[in-house]
């Protein structure tokens, strides 16, 4: 608590004040041609390239030089934002890069023959790659290794040594018996980069003798059948290259549950996210369903390239003993890649730990939840796929029912506060087998103003054991935007003074506040959505921030509840190829049979304002709301003993009741909602609000929530910048001409009519000298 109780007033979150950060020296925007310090590297996300041939990989990952081709409609010579200039003075200024159309990229080396490929013409195939020998896929199919070694997007794989000594004698072929083999999901959508297969001659030292490295048994695998390693076997025997040295053979098998390809129904113009279906008959031999091999540079889709840097600043993680403590925290500007960097640091870490954490910090690009949610992870399978591919059940989280921390940054701060220090008291030191737990902290991309102050405070009090700050060189336009040009480090390492709290929760181990100096590694900018830069014509139309939210709500609300534990000790998940998560598009949510919550079983909370009464119902019918389990023990508190000449204070009530037919319990805003007595278990979309029937209800839709998480919800919670999209409403009527309330089609008329929206872009014409 702050001495100044008058200061201390204004929030309900007294550990959250920005004081001391305000009292740091701030430092100045360096002006055009001063020099910049940690700048970081050159980003590897664009080519910049004279020609319009395509480009290969060993080409592209040989230059220091950079992925994306400009949008659109921009101009080959991008022009200073602060005022108009010519190409010859940007580039003595330094402050102009002239970026030229590239073609297609070739996503793989790999040239399919009757030597390197075989297939059992349905649904399986067998993959011969020579080290150095790169390949890509489009499409939703399951993998695993037979021979040698090959990385995927951070993971290191290893085929099975009995497999190996199966190839190498022809009697083991014919009566050995194949070892137990697992396959794992991947989701290779062309609106993000796919990843790429990529054979090694020699495994990872720093791998040798993990066991987490070499089982490869995830919650998300499935255990092949009989059947399948028979035919694998008999695959195996057909491949003429699996005798060389250095070979790499990758089963590669169709995913019987396709049912993520149908997300694009609810969206307009995206279409063959996941390949064409066309393309079974393939004349390369790799005849799998849904599985379309990137062997030509293609001008609608990315590869997704690891830059160097990236390993070699993740190298460490992997070498010697494991580190009691290991705090993993990504800043930077919107749009560089952070979430992509998380995802390769969370498979990085999978290669030596069976769990990882997983903070999410970023509300408005959320990984494993959809937007509005702070919340932590506890993974225990790497991340192969996009955002709306792997949304999961967290293990615990914050409603803040926002896409920024701008409405009440004091609220903010607190759920961060409480969900690290869950992790410190229950995650951190792992089960009873002592091994610890590494955490991967995805911070917020606003690093201006308040936003930085946010990111300090945050830091401060986390106190990370490495901070990944990703960055552009100076001579890209835009880079004073993009980079953290105050001194991070010199902010993070000054001593906390007595009346700056800690981020963790009082009475804790971290609540003491040494000093600090922090590792900051600076790593490049990699943008990590294809759709961004969109090369052709026929490419489908760019996806913003708005589109991915949508495209996770979408995919949230249509996916099933996960199915209790299988004991690992049986087949794993064995269910013909179904990942563990699976969705239904077929019934659009209008056609679901909802929960129907009487008024009187429900708290009602609204974050960041105060809604009349008489609005409440309006304010609710039709919106996203976020489900709470609630355990404040809410009562009106007893009135003070009166003082003499002076009035006892107002009695706050903590639920109001219009009448006997709608009680509606509604917690008022002068209440804190605290973090750690309220547990979002997922969100819901109220759909109806009935008032007919005595004491009323809400007609309440959920996501993939496990239902005895469900049956716990006493709140609803609705958030300010809480948005509904159109395809939740109207899903099943797309070519309905009735109209749909909630929804339209038609701009708005009148002066006002719209939403008021900051712009950004807009900048001052200095004065001609």
């Known amino acids: 608590m702050h001495s100044n109780d008058k200061e201390a007033s204004f929030s309900a979150y007294s550990h959250n004040s920005f004081s001391a950060l305000r009292s740091l020296k701030k430092v100045k925007r360096p002006t055009v041609g001063s020099p910049i310090t940690n700048v970081g590297h050159a980003r590897l996300s664009e080519v910049i390239t004279t020609s319009a ?45 002239e970026r030229v159309e590239v073609g297609p990229i070739a996503v793989s080396t790999f040239r399919p023959s009757a030597e390197n490929v075989v297939s059992n013409g349905k649904d399986l195939c067998l993959l011969g790659l020579r080290a150095g020998e790169t390949i890509g896929f489009q499409g939703v199919f399951t993998f695993t290794p037979i021979l040698g070694h090959f990385t995927l997007f951070g993971l290191e794989f290893s085929g099975d040594i009995e497999w190996a000594s199966i190839c190498n004698n022809s009697m083991a072929m014919l009566r050995s018996r194949p070892p137990p083999t697992y396959f794992h999901p991947c989701f290779a959508p062309s609106s993000h980069s796919v990843p790429v297969f990529t054979a090694k001659a020699e495994a990872n030292p720093l791998l040798d003798g993990n066991v987490a490295a070499v089982e490869r048994r995830w919650e998300t695998s499935v255990m092949a059948s009989s059947e399948i390693l028979a035919e694998i076997k008999e695959l195996l025997e057909r491949l003429a290259v699996r005798e060389e040295r250095d070979v790499t053979v990758i089963a590669i098998r169709a995913m019987s549950d396709r049912s993520i390809v149908d997300v694009t129904r609810s969206l307009p113009n995206m279409r063959q996210w996941f390949g064409d279906e066309s393309s079974f008959d393939s004349p390369d031999g790799i005849n799998i369903p849904g599985v379309v ?14 830059p160097r840097e990236w390993d070699l600043a993740t190298h460490s993680l992997l070498a010697g003993p494991a580190s009691s403590r290991t705090v993993l925290c990504t800043v930077g500007s919107k749009n560089m890649g952070k979430s992509t960097f998380g995802r390769y640091l969370v498979n990085k870490l999978m290669n030596r730990y069976t769990k990882v954490a997983y903070l999410e910090c970023d509300i408005g690009q959320c990984e ?79 690093i201006k103003g308040m936003g930085l102050d946010l990111l300090v405070h945050f830091l401060r009090g986390v106190k990370p054991t490495i901070v990944f700050q990703m960055s ?21 390492s000054t001593v906390a003074s007595p009346d700056d709290p800690p981020i963790a929760e009082p009475h804790s181990q971290s609540s003491t ?11 490049p900018a990699l943008s990590d959505h294809a759709s961004s830069s969109p090369l052709s014509s ?15 709500l979408v995919s949230y609300f249509h996916q099933h509840p996960p199915p209790p534990p299988i004991n690992n000790n049986n087949n794993n998940n064995n269910n013909d190829g179904h990942p563990y998560r699976q969705w239904t598009f077929d019934t659009p949510l209008t056609a679901r049979i909802p929960f129907r919550v009487p008024f009187s079983h429900i708290r009602i909370k609204f974050l960041h304002g105060e809604i009349p009464f008489s609005q409440t119902l309006h304010a609710l019918n039709g919106c996203v709301v976020g489900l709470v389990v ?31 037919s709608t009680a509606l319990r509604i917690i008022p805003s002068q209440i804190p909602f605290l973090p750690s007595m309220a547990h979002c278990v997922g969100l819901g979309l109220v759909r109806a609000v009935d008032t007919t ?7 309440i839709l959920t996501g993939p929530i496990p239902h005895d998480q469900l049956r716990d919800v006493n709140t609803i919670v609705r958030g300010c910048g809480a948005e509904t999209p159109i395809p939740l409403l109207a899903g099943g009527f797309e070519n309905s001409r009735v109209q749909i309330p909630y929804t339209t089609t038609s701009a708005s008329e009148g002066v006002g009519s719209l939403a008021w929206r900051t712009r950004h872009n807009l900048n001052r014409r200095r004065p001609a000298a």
């Not at 702070?374 to 989280?397: D, E, F, K, V």
């Not at 026929?538 to 996770?552: E, I, K, M, N, Q």
């Open 693 to 699: 029937q005595e004491g009323g209800a809400f007609h």
């Open 472 to 492: 552009v060189p100076r001579q890209n336009p835009g880079s004073g935007s993009k980079n953290i040009l105050a001194d991070l480090k010199g902010m993070l």
């Open 630 to 660: 609630d355990r404040t023990l809410y009562q009106q508190p007893p009135p003070p003993h009166p003082t003499h000449g002076v009035p006892p204070p107002p009695v706050i009530d903590p639920t109001h009741h219009h009448h006997h």
């Open 538 to 552: 026929s490419a489908p139309p760019a996806l913003g921030a708005a589109d991915h939210r949508v495209l996770s």
């Open 513 to 523: 506040t040494p000093s600090f100096i922090p590792h900051i590694t600076d790593i």
């Open 53 to 97: 041939v395509p480009a290969s990989l060993d080409d592209i990952l040989a230059k220091p030089a950079l992925l994306h081709a400009p949008r659109s409609g921009d101009a080959a010579v991008h022009r200073e934002r602060r005022g108009r200039m010519t190409a010859a003075e940007g580039r003595e200024r330094g402050n102009v890069v």
């Open 293 to 306: 091999p990137l062997l030509n540079p293609n001008p609608d889709v990315r590869p997704l390239i690891i």
């Open 368 to 446: 494993h939840t959809p937007t509005g949610m702070a919340s932590l992870h506890l993974l225990t399978s790497p991340i192969l796929g996009p955002p709306y591919t792997h949304l999961s059940q967290p293990y615990r989280s914050a409603y803040i029912g926002d896409t920024s921390p701008r409405s009440d940054p004091d609220y903010y701060l607190a759920c961060l506060r409480h969900l690290f220090h869950v992790y410190e008291t229950e995650v951190a030191h792992g089960d009873d087998d002592g091994e610890s737990v590494p955490v991967v902290v995805n911070t917020h991309g606003w």
